[in-house]
């Protein structure tokens, strides 16, 4: 059962034409999307630079007084506004997606797509493993299905038997 399983998975290819797409197409999305993510991020860095201008002017009015119940409600307010920088520091971290995120997402869905039965196969979680079935099939194959090669498969992959020819694919 095993070795057949893996014999399965190991034959598991993904047609090449559509990786290439694939990136086209995400280069493109992203190009679509620069100018929103770089709005929104410049917005985020106006607003980190509004709250730590505030921070200073909450520093300095802190040390020109004496008034410890006043002292104590300014460093208050500087701890919070601390935290909203943080807060927005990491949102704005968390939104800009560089060229290079796309260049190793392409490179993870590149791997994931040449190596399908090892990453199936080694994957101990079992959402995680239901999650990556569900990118190679469009609904999970039955034992029968395995052995016999005629799983119902997403239509970026296919089966390769080694000793096919480009000949006999097309016939």
């Known amino acids: 059962f095993e070795n057949n399983v893996?014999?399965?998975?190991?034959?598991?290819?993904?047609?090449?034409?559509?990786?290439?797409?694939?990136?086209?197409?995400?280069?493109?999305?992203?190009?679509?999307?620069?100018?929103?993510?770089?709005s929104?991020?410049?917005?985020?860095?106006?607003?980190?630079?509004?709250?730590?201008?505030?921070?200073s002017m909450k520093a300095s009015a802190f040390a020109e007084t004496k008034n410890a119940s006043i002292r104590a409600t300014l460093e208050a307010q500087v701890d919070e506004l601390e935290i909203r920088?943080?807060?927005?520091?990491?949102?704005?971290?968390?939104?800009?997606?560089?060229?290079?995120?796309i260049s190793t997402f392409?490179?993870?869905?590149?791997y994931l797509m040449e190596h399908?039965?090892?990453?199936?196969?080694?994957?101990?979680?079992?959402?995680?493993?239901?999650?990556?079935?569900?990118?190679?099939?469009?609904?999970?194959?039955?034992y029968n299905d395995i052995v016999n090669g005629t799983p119902k498969l997403t239509w970026i992959f296919e089966l390769f038997k080694p000793n096919q020819t480009q000949e006999s694919q097309t016939a």
Not at 40 to 55: G, M, P, Q, T
Not at 90 to 99: A, D, S
Not at 116 to 142: D, H, M, R, V, Y
Request: net charge negative; glycine share 4%.
């Open 85 to 101: 920088i943080k807060s927005a520091r990491k949102e704005r971290t968390r939104i800009e997606v560089t060229e290079d995120d």
């Open 6 to 38: 893996s014999i399965f998975f190991d034959n598991l290819k993904f047609v090449p034409d559509y990786l290439n797409s694939l990136e086209v197409s995400l280069i493109n999305k992203y190009r679509e999307k620069q100018g929103e993510i770089s």
């Open 106 to 110: 392409i490179k993870d869905v590149k």
């Open 116 to 142: 399908p039965g090892k990453i199936i196969l080694n994957q101990e979680n079992p959402q995680a493993k239901e999650s990556l079935l569900g990118l190679f099939f469009e609904e999970l194959p039955t």
């Open 40 to 55: 929104n991020s410049s917005d985020i860095s106006r607003n980190i630079a509004d709250l730590e201008s505030e921070v």
